[in-house]
């Protein structure tokens, strides 16, 4: 009988696996046979694919083709300036980009975009170079509409030298693997041993995808194949059934600072695993700590008293984790009134702004912008320091709140 029904089950899974392989290629993820990869998700999950294909996840790393290449490489607005012999040029060569040095008017060193980092406000950009990548010195910022330094860097020193390691690509791609594992042929030297930040290109996925956030799906991806009458969902984690905690950390894995991990990378996550088993330290709610605006929104937020005294508030209160964060604010405002509904401000608030407009600029006011102390750049052939802003997650009452 069980004998039976094996056998049974391993001729469908044949004539499964034979029948699918003209339409679903024979596509190999680089993580491993667990995974699908995102394209396959599109045939039943239109929705999150469509948007989410567009979305900055999904190009928190990408090819650095010109479609996606932000930034001028048109004379006049290509041009970065150190001194009056050295300049970098942005240039386009056999449909490659090259940031190039030049000292007096000759050409003294030439590294192409490769990976680039970003899309929303800025965009840092790499080259490979014997299993590395390292950073270009110059990066596109939008809020200058322009190129300026990438930040940390000097406005008067070049310098190709600086890697691009594993942390970045642990929060911006799903996976990168620093394990070289040889042929037997010349076992001597790394065979099955791990050689940190020793990257294989090959195995770089790029931006953060589906499952990234949901964790190997190839079973989900095969159960529902092969019984497509199946509607509640198999063989994958579900957000619903997770708690508050779970939930919160599965963006607090890249959204809550760089602290320091126990593990040996960010990739080993998945969704329903306990962060404190990741990071020496989660951030919590202390008042007296300024973290970056930056990188760090858990950190803020779990400052508010809105997320203390709140038992559901999460990311997903106020984000679709398949959509940017909306553009218009006053769509926030409605989700704040659903916590505040009849808020009363007093008479000096309401003499800065009428009581109409103040119910559509909750954020404005409670959520400023602030600049960041991580990330500042210098232009070209300039002393100023320009900083990054970004609104701040710390929901609260600001002295100057006022538009
Ligand atoms: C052959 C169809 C099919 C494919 C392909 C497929 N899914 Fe699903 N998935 C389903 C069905 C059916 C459900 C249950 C109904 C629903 O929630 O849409 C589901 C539900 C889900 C859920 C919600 C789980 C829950 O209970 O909250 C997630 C997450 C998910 N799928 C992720 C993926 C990812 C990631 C991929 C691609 C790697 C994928 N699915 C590919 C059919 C599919
Ligand atoms: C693997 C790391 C990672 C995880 C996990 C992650 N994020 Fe992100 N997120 C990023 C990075 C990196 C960016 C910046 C992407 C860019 O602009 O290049 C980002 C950007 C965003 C943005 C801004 C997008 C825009 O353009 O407006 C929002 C909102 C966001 N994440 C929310 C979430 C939420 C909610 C979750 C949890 C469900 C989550 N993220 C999980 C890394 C991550
Ligand atoms: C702990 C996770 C984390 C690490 C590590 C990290 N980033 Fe980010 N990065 C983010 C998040 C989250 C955002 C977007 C939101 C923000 O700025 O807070 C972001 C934004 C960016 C942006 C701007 C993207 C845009 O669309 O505007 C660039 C460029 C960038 N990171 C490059 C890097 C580089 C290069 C490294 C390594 C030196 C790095 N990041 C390391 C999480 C991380
Ligand atoms: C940044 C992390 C992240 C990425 C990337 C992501 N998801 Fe999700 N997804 C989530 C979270 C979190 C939920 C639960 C949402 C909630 O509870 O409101 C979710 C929910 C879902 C659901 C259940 C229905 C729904 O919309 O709530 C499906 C199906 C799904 N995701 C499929 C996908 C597919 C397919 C992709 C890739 C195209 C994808 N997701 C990419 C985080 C992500
Ligand atoms: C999930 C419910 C919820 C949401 C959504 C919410 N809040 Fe709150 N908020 C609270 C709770 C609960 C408190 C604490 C009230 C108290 O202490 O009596 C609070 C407190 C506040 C305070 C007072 C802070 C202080 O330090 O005194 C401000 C300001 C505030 N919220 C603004 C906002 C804004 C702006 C939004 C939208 C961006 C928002 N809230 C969204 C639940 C929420
Ligand atoms: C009460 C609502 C609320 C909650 C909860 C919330 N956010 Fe946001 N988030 C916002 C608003 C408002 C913006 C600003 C949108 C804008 O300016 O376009 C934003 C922007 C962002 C951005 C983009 C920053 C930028 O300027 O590019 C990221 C990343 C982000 N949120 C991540 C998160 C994460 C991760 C969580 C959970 C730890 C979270 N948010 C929780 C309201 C919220
Ligand atoms: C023009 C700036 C401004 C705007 C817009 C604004 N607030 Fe306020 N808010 C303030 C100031 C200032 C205070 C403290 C003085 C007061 O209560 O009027 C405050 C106080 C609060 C408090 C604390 C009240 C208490 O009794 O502790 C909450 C909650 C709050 N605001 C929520 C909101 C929400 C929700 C919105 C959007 C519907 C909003 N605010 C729009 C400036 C603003």
């Known amino acids: 009988m069980k004998k039976s029904r094996i056998l049974f089950a391993v001729v469908v899974l044949i004539a499964f696996l034979s029948s699918c392989k003209n339409e679903s290629d024979n596509y190999i993820d680089p993580r491993g046979t667990d995974y699908a ?20 996840h999904f190009k928190a790393t990408s090819p650095a083709t010109k479609e996606n290449i932000l930034g001028h490489f048109t004379n006049g607005s290509n041009t970065f300036v150190y001194d009056k012999d050295t300049k970098l040029v942005m240039e386009e060569r056999n449909d490659s980009l090259y940031q190039i040095l030049y000292k007096n008017g000759k050409e003294v060193e030439a590294h192409p975009f490769e990976v680039l980092f970003g899309t929303k406000h800025a965009q840092t950009s790499a080259f490979w170079q014997n299993h590395y990548t390292f950073e270009l010195p110059i990066s596109y ?6 190129w300026a330094t990438s930040p940390g860097y000097s406005a008067s020193k070049v310098n190709f030298e600086r890697k691009i390691d594993k942390e970045c690509y642990g929060c911006h791609s799903s996976n990168i693997a620093s394990r070289y594992i040889t042929t037997s042929s010349d076992s001597i030297n790394f065979l099955n041993q791990e050689v940190e930040d020793f990257m294989n290109p090959k195995t770089l996925i790029y931006g953060i995808d589906c499952e990234r956030c949901h964790g190997p799906a190839k079973e989900h991806v095969q159960k529902h194949l092969k019984f497509p009458d199946l509607k509640t969902a198999q063989n994958i984690t579900s957000f619903k059934k997770l708690t508050r905690q779970q939930k919160i950390d599965a963006c ?12 040996k990378s960010r990739f080993e996550y998945k969704p329903g695993d306990d962060l404190l088993e990741y990071f020496r330290g989660v951030p919590g709610s202390n008042d007296s700590i300024h973290y970056d605006v930056h990188g760090n929104q858990l950190g803020l937020l779990a400052q508010s008293k809105c997320f203390k005294k709140s038992a559901t508030m999460d990311c997903m209160t106020c984000h679709n984790p398949h959509e940017n964060a909306s553009q218009n ?3 926030y405002s409605k989700i704040c009134m659903s916590c505040h509904k009849g808020i009363q401000h007093n008479a000096t608030t309401l003499k800065t702004m009428p009581a109409n407009l103040l119910a559509q600029n909750c954020v404005e006011c409670h959520m400023p912008k602030q600049d960041s102390k991580a990330i500042r750049f210098q232009q070209s052939n300039s002393k100023t320091m320009s900083s990054y802003s970004l609104r701040t997650h710390k929901m609260a009452i600001y002295p100057n709140n006022k538009k």
């Open 37 to 56: 990869g995102s394209q396959s998700c599109i045939q039943c999950h239109q929705v999150q694919s469509e948007s989410s294909f567009h979305n900055s």
């Open 141 to 146: 910022y939008k809020s200058l509409n322009s």
């Open 252 to 263: 607090a894995l890249c959204h809550s600072g760089n602290d320091k991990l126990k593990v």
């Open 329 to 331: 604010l006053a769509s």
